[in-house]
Every structure is written in structure tokens, then in C-alpha cells.
Antibody, heavy 117, light 107 residues
């Protein structure tokens, strides 16, 4: 069964850093483009970042550009999101999602990041 | 940035009724649009991709239509498990964007 499991979320103070991980199982991560998408409490979905199979193409939402870094370790079947200079508005559930045919499927269960003093 | 506007925000219907959800793009996205379903406490699930293709395992009561700027998700006969929030998403232009969602609730 294909599965994505995020980890690394938690409570962090404004200006702090967190590194999220996404472990893939049931498929080979290197064969797929990956995305991070977030959802603030009670709000809709917001795309955060994209990484191609070989990491040669990377894109970010303007809201996180310069602060977040997406990466992957295909040998470890894992995806990462390094988040620096965190702000209150970064508080959200962060999902990793495999991209197939250009669309996100499946998604992980999400990990909650809370930025608060 | 392409803005996706979903309507209505909330749809109150009874099981067995038909649901029609709309997604309008601020500029043409051709057929590069998908629909996702999200239930409380769960991750989104892909329902429809490329405007009208059902994802693997999605029941035939879900159908998508449209191209350019106007899209529709139709649920032909609502089952109890269909009451959820539905989002559209475009991948025609960066950044990828989602609509604000339509909540389908039990009347």
C-alpha cells in the first residue's frame, strides 16, 4: 500500500526553525515529483513547494520563498521541508503529496506546525 | 496568480439528492483542473483530474466537466460518506492554486 508519513511538526517560537520529514512507503520516491501543501486551522489548502524527481526544478509559494527549503533523499525514500524564520501565519497542518500525472495523490496524514510564543 | 473561486460556499442537501459545485478561474486553465475531497481530520483525496477524469477507485456518481474558466463537479446521488469539503486546484500556471472550498453538508 502506498503511504506517506509526515513528521517533525510541533510548537516553535516566532523566528524559529523546524524541519519536516515525509517518509514514503509502497512506492519508489525517486520516480515521482513531490509537493508540500499546508492548511491553516479552519482554512483552505495552500500549495507551499514543489520538487522534481532529480531536484533539478524547485518552486516555492511567494509566502515562503527565501525562508523554506524543500529537498529530497531518494536513497532514503524521504522528502524534507526546512522551515526558517517562522511566523505566526505559518501555523498549519503540513501535508506532503506525491504527484502523479500532474496531480497530488496520495497525500500524507499531515503534521501540525504551531508558531507561537 | 490564477484565482479559483468556488461556489456556493456551503451546500445543504439530503442523501440521495444531486450536488452541483462550481469552480471559476480568473483566467483560462484549459483542462488543467482537479477536484479533491476532504473529510474532517483527514487529508484531501483526489477525485477528478484533468477536469473530467475520475481518479482510481472513485465512484461513478462523481463527475467533472468544463474547460477554460468554468468547471463543475457533480455528485449524482449523495451518499452519507460524500458529505465533506471539496476543493478545486489548477496546475496551468505557477503558483499552483486551490479554490476556497465548498462544504457539502447534510440538510
Amino acid at each position: 500500500e502506498m503511504q506517506l508519513v509526515e513528521s517533525g511538526g510541533g510548537l516553535v517560537q516566532p523566528g524559529g526553525s523546524l524541519r519536516l520529514s515525509c517518509a514514503a512507503s509502497g512506492f519508489t520516491l525517486r520516480d515521482f515529483v513531490m509537493n508540500w501543501v499546508r492548511q491553516a486551522p479552519g482554512k483552505g489548502l495552500e500549495w507551499v513547494s514543489y520538487i522534481s524527481r532529480s531536484s533539478s526544478s524547485i518552486y516555492y509559494a511567494d509566502s515562503v520563498k527565501g525562508r523554506f527549503t524543500i529537498s529530497r533523499d531518494n536513497a532514503k525514500n524521504s522528502l524534507y521541508l526546512q522551515m526558517n524564520s517562522l511566523r505566526a501565519e505559518d501555523t498549519a497542518v503540513y501535508y506532503c503529496a506525491r504527484e502523479i500525472g500532474g496531480w497530488s495523490d496520495p497525500w500524507g496524514q499531515g503534521t501540525l506546525v504551531t508558531v507561537s510564543s | 496568480e490564477i484565482v479559483l473561486t468556488q461556489s456556493p460556499a456551503t451546500l445543504s442537501l439530503s442523501p440521495g439528492e444531486s450536488a452541483t459545485l462550481s469552480c471559476r478561474a480568473s483566467q483560462s486553465v484549459s483542462s488543467s483542473l482537479a477536484w479533491y475531497q476532504q473529510k474532517p481530520g483527514q487529508a484531501p483525496r483526489l477525485l477528478i483530474y484533468d477536469a473530467s477524469n475520475r481518479a482510481t477507485g472513485i465512484p461513478a456518481r462523481f463527475s467533472g466537466s468544463g474547460s477554460g474558466t468554468d468547471f463543475t463537479l457533480t455528485i449524482s446521488s449523495l451518499e452519507p460518506e460524500d458529505f465533506a469539503v471539496y476543493y478545486c486546484q489548477q496546475r496551468s500556471n505557477w503558483p499552483l492554486t486551490f479554490g476556497g472550498g465548498t462544504k457539502v453538508e447534510i440538510k
